[in-house]
């Protein structure tokens, strides 16, 4: 019987800051054929605009000089020859300025000549200007005004479909959507059609299940004593083996940490799902409706009974602008009385700032620890808390305004109830993200090619 070819691919990151080490042990012992790195989402993709502005040669990933600086090495063998690809959208809002910078670092490492592309085409903000565009929070672009920052599209596979066409060994996008970029490869590697749905649905549900990284072995499942996992200081990256028919088997570097079951994947599976029958994506409309996963050993876990149907006609643009400011201060107090005298501090500075007249559109008033979570509630009877944090923030039109907030709290210190200590104030720029759906054929992926040496 004849083998099928199967195509081996790591997640390498599940979001911005995560972890390096893990993808270096999947680069090392992984055997993968693919290194995927998912860094993005709405809000950081709209900060790495703003980032942009204020330097053009910023707005990408600002750990993708550590990540590539510790798994390049482990691109080629001792011999030279190219062990696996990389693609990631750690290109954020600047995905030619970071084919630039892994040049110079491929450059540094001493690696024979790799071909880098950048994935372009997705930011938009020219072709929504002036049309009269509706966002989802009932705000129009030209209420924004000059507070419009960014408009990105999430686009899917094509572009990094094409660039490894054209033999590219690294491929940085922009904003693609999370699963596309696992999709890419498969599509790539077994030629695909772009319009088979079913295989391209098994495609995205692979893609879906490896995005959030550790989250598919254990991270963000342990609960102790109910839902244990092992070793999670040392939690270990998915891997998927998936061979042209889409059928995927689910593993992680033997010996690494975390756990890989039947549970944790049906947790990954239900992440960010409205709609298990109809999962919009640019690249097909996927049914995860009949998902099944089978224990196969220890740390591998089957996937199976993914299926699709048309893509959607649009495509969804994440839109970043100014939105005020918010002006925070914590203080912390302890000991007997702690939760009467937070309660009292809190009430001072709600008092105040009504007396200073400050506009806010929004503000909290929470003890953490007691009602941040759940709102007011009372504590136990039997138990009152030894130490309470107390923390307001607002949302303000105005940097003076959330100052005045930031400042109220720190006040405490020789204005307030006696023991408090540990203040904090800041305050910080909001930048708030909404999104619009754009008819795909206004936006065209382009591939530029940088090569190493």
């Not at 030279?80 to 290109?91: A, D, L, V």
């Not at 030209?142 to 060994?169: C, F, K, W």
């Not at 599976?269 to 409205?274: D, K, S, T």
């Not at 708030?432 to 936006?443: M, Q």
Request: hydrophobic share 40%; with cysteine; net charge negative.
């Amino acid at each position: 019987m004849q083998t099928l070819k199967t195509i081996r691919i790591g997640s390498g990151a599940g979001y911005a800051g995560d972890r390096i080490d893990p993808a270096v042990e999947i680069a090392e012992k992984g055997n993968v054929d693919y290194l995927v790195f998912e860094c993005l989402a709405e809000r950081t993709i709209a900060l790495a605009n703003q980032a942009k502005l204020q330097d053009p040669e910023a707005g990408y990933d600002p750990l993708l000089e550590a990540r590539m600086h510790a798994v390049l090495p482990h691109i080629v063998d001792s011999q030279g020859h190219k062990r696996f690809k990389i693609i990631s959208n750690m290109g954020a809002a600047n995905p030619l300025a970071a084919i630039k910078r892994i040049k110079l670092i491929c450059q540094q490492l001493g690696l024979p000549q790799l071909k880098i592309a950048a994935v372009l085409g997705d930011d938009v903000l020219e072709q929504i200007q002036g049309q009269g565009w509706l966002l989802d929070n009932g705000l129009t672009l030209e209420q924004l005004g000059s507070n419009l920052i960014a408009a990105n599209a999430y686009l899917g596979i094509d572009g990094i479909v094409t660039a490894l066409q054209q033999q590219a060994d690294i491929v940085i996008t922009g904003r693609v959507a999370d699963p596309s970029l696992f999709l890419a490869p498969l599509v790539h590697e077994f030629a695909w059609s772009t319009s088979d749905w079913p295989l391209l649905g098994k495609g995205t549900v692979v893609g879906h299940l490896l995005e959030c990284a550790g989250q598919l072995t254990g991270g963000y499942f342990a609960d102790p004593g109910s839902k244990d996992v092992p070793d999670l200081a040392h939690l270990g990256f998915p891997i998927a083996e998936v061979n042209a028919q889409g059928q995927a088997q689910l593993s992680k570097v033997a010996g690494s940490g975390g756990l890989l079951s039947t549970a944790t994947c049906t947790e990954q599976l239900l992440y960010e799902v409205h709609n298990p029958k109809a999962y919009l994506t640019p690249d097909v409309t996927a049914d995860f409706s009949a998902v099944r996963f089978s224990q196969q050993g220890a740390e591998q876990v089957s996937v199976s009974g993914a299926s699709g149907a048309q893509r959607p006609d649009t495509l969804k643009v994440t839109v970043g602008f100014s939105d005020g400011f918010i002006g925070e201060g914590q203080i912390s107090y302890g000991g007997p009385n702690a939760l009467a005298r937070a309660q009292l501090a809190r009430d001072i500075v709600l008092t105040r700032l009504a007396k200073l007249q400050i506009d806010t559109l929004d503000i909290r008033a929470d003890l953490l620890g007691l009602n941040s979570l759940h709102g007011d509630v009372e504590p136990n009877a039997n138990h009152t808390p030894w130490e309470i944090r107390l923390r307001i923030a607002a949302h303000c039109r105005s940097q003076a305004q959330a100052n005045a907030v930031a400042n109220e709290v720190e006040s405490l210190y020789t204005n307030g109830p006696y023991g408090g200590g540990g203040a904090v104030k800041t305050v910080k720029p909001v930048l708030a993200v909404s999104a619009l759906y754009l008819p795909r054929e206004s936006v065209t992926p382009q591939v530029i090619m940088e090569h190493s040496a």
